[in-house]
């Protein structure tokens, strides 16, 4: 593992209290423009970094007084948030202000030395969904490391984690399988604001980086997102409320099967069906039967729209419906289905080539779901989030 640097600043707010959560991009602008005085800015940002009115922080900072904005980059699906998960992104200029955006999702994800040239500090201000398998704290953190590179400082504007920080699920990456949906070795559903993983990766020594946060102001760790008073933007196409991102830390990996995960559906990454899953209702009642807390399987019919998977069809499906979010397991829920479902469709189902090791981090997923030893992976799954837990504590700013 690399060192971190010594400088690990933490910017606190000079008024924290508040009757709503005001975002780290609020604080910055009422409380804290002072720590870029003279500096010129770069921006990691896409359509969610906003404030309460909708306001982009592209346009406040650009606005604002004493701040060279002089840079934009953009993660995965684009600083506009509308291109396809996957597909690349090319560099373009934003029409509002005509500021180049350099795409950190095309030819390069790392931004480089010449995009940085003429940027003396570098912000990250975009809103996360609280899981491993989400590209934007990678682009947070490649981003981080690529400053200091170059002796440049690395500033996250803290957001919510969506589905509270206070609760860690999913094992732990084993860095074997380390990719772009998981560059560290951090639990699935990691417990962390954006802020507070990057600490934790630079204080731990995963990543070299000149890391400060300006943390939000009324934030506490048990809140979903829907009780911070914020505006619920997607962050991506199909993460579309608060119950989709609560759910995708399971349902994400069926995106390495041959069934729907519902894109291209009324409800993305809540369900998943395939063609050839007649047997929904049965599916539904085995995997209710493992008593899961907090998720409910019902079954139903979705049409997917073309240019994903199976679509043009419509498809049985089995949705999974959160009955209390507060006790809901959204990796468990997956798994016990995905079981479900092999044990009585092994000729039609199919693994995509290494997609399931890169998401679950490890091979210990397909192996339990193929050798019946669900119990077995879910209680060793425990054990490393409850260590996780432990390891993330000195790294916590609420």
């Known amino acids: 593992m690399a060192r971190t640097c010594a400088f690990l600043a933490i910017v606190i707010p000079a008024s924290p209290l508040s009757a709503q959560v005001r975002s780290g991009l609020e604080v910055l602008l009422s409380d804290s423009l002072h720590v870029l005085k003279g500096q010129r800015v770069g921006l990691v940002t896409n359509h969610s970094g906003r404030d309460r009115e909708g306001r982009r922080n592209i346009d406040l900072l650009y606005r604002a007084p004493g701040v060279q904005l002089v840079a934009l980059f953009g993660p995965e699906h684009g600083i506009a948030g509308v291109v396809r998960a996957g597909d690349k992104v090319g560099d373009s200029r934003d029409s509002a202000t005509g500021l180049p955006v350099h795409s950190l999702y095309g030819a390069t994800r790392v931004p480089s030395a010449e995009m940085l040239r003429d940027v003396d500090v570098l912000i990250y201000d975009m809103q996360d969904v609280g899981a491993r398998v989400y590209t934007f704290v990678w682009t947070m953190a490649l981003s981080a490391e690529a400053a200091a590179k170059l002796g440049k400082k690395?500033?996250?504007?803290?957001?919510?984690?969506?589905?509270?920080?206070d609760r860690v699920e999913g094992g732990v990456l084993e860095l074997a399988h380390r990719s772009f949906v998981g560059q560290y070795d951090v639990a699935l559903r990691y417990g962390l604001t954006p802020g507070e993983l990057l600490l934790f990766l630079a204080g731990t020594g995963r990543i070299t980086a000149n890391v400060g946060v300006i943390p939000m102001a009324g934030y506490r760790r048990s809140m979903w997102y829907s009780e911070t008073g914020?505006?619920?933007?997607?962050?991506?196409?199909n993460i579309r409320d608060e119950e989709a991102a609560l759910l995708y830390p399971g349902t994400v990996f069926f995106e390495a099967t041959n069934m729907s995960e519902g894109r291209g559906t009324d409800a993305p990454l809540k369900q998943a069906g395939a063609p050839w899953l007649m047997d929904a209702a049965e599916i539904a009642q085995e995997a209710n039967g493992r008593g899961v807390a907090g998720i409910r399987f019902e079954v139903g019919e979705a049409a997917v729209a073309a240019g994903d998977k199976h679509g043009g069809k419509t498809i049985p499906v089995v949705r999974l419906r959160v009955t209390d979010r507060n006790a809901a397991e959204p990796v468990a829920a997956a798994v016990w289905l995905m079981r479900a479902v092999?044990?009585?469709?092994?000729?039609?189902?199919?693994?995509?080539?290494?997609?399931?090791?890169?998401?679950?981090?490890?091979?210990?997923?397909r192996a339990a779901i193929e050798g019946d030893s669900v119990p077995a992976l879910l209680s060793r799954w425990r054990a490393e989030s409850e260590s996780f837990a432990q390891a993330i504590k000195p790294y916590v700013l609420y």
């Open 154 to 165: 690395f500033i996250v504007l803290d957001r919510p984690n969506p589905i509270r920080a």
């Open 230 to 237: 914020l505006p619920w933007i997607a962050p991506s196409p």
């Open 342 to 365: 092999y044990s009585r469709h092994k000729a039609e189902w199919q693994w995509r080539t290494g997609g399931i090791e890169r998401l679950a981090g490890t091979a210990q997923l």
